[in-house]
């Protein structure tokens, strides 16, 4: 699997017809891959798509949450677009989802995210980043499980927001869930990347792969 370095949408030519799960395949609009730069050091895991990136077709991407994170990473000089780009101009970061389809009524099942992960997986592996930032509890949870050592249980993202927590060869620094985060919260979260983040080596968290 190799990626477009020329293309942000679905650089890796994942498959936009899956079928693993068939309760979700007559709910959803479309399949949403992950979206941004393959050599991106940092990388943004929701639980699902929202509405509106569904109909976008990219993570993270319009009204509500999907402006609240752009908005956030513009700030921290990551994105060069206006918050409700559809197509966000993006720089050194790459925006994920735990499972690709969006069911209206629910939230994902544990199997749907099983069955999904070999999607998560693989940009993992391909993008091999240094900074991973899941949204929400149920992202920081089932992270929690495949890259640190910590038990699942032991995770509060209330508590865990805008802190850095050693992974397996990264760092997980949590993001509350967009919608429940207030104003004093997201200014905590781009203070963390700010002063705890980006103004050090974070390259020293693992050894970077050639490309």
């Known amino acids: 699997m190799d990626a477009n370095q020329n293309k ?6 994942m498959d936009t017809d899956c079928e693993n799960c068939p309760e979700l395949c ?3 609009d479309r399949v949403v891959h992950g979206y941004g730069d393959v050599g991106g ?12 990136a569904e109909t976008n077709g990219v993570p993270f991407t319009g009204t509500g949450e999907g402006e609240r994170v752009q908005s956030i990473f513009a700030d921290l000089g990551f994105v060069r677009s206006a918050p409700d780009a559809a197509e966000p101009d993006v720089q050194n970061v790459f925006f994920t989802n735990l499972t690709r389809c969006r069911h209206p009524d629910r939230e994902p099942t544990d199997r749907e995210i099983e069955t999904c992960e070999p999607f998560l997986n ?4 391909m993008i091999n980043p240094q900074i991973i930032v899941p949204v929400g509890e149920r992202t920081l949870r089932e992270l929690a499980v495949a890259y640190t050592t910590r038990r699942p249980d ?3 993202v209330d508590a ?5 927590i050693r992974g397996r060869g990264f760092e997980l620094v949590p993001m509350k869930e967009p919608a429940e985060m207030t104003d004093a919260e997201a ?3 781009r203070e963390h990347m700010r002063e705890n983040v980006l103004s050090r080596d974070y390259r020293q968290t693992k050894g970077r792969r050639s490309r």
């Open 187 to 189: 200014d905590a979260f």
């Open 154 to 156: 032991s995770f509060d």
């Open 41 to 52: 050091e940092f990388l943004v895991v929701g639980a699902r798509p929202s509405a509106p």
């Open 8 to 13: 942000l949408r679905n650089p890796f030519g």
């Open 160 to 164: 865990e927001h805008a802190t850095t």
């Open 122 to 125: 693989a940009e993992i592996r």
């Open 26 to 28: 007559g709910a959803r």
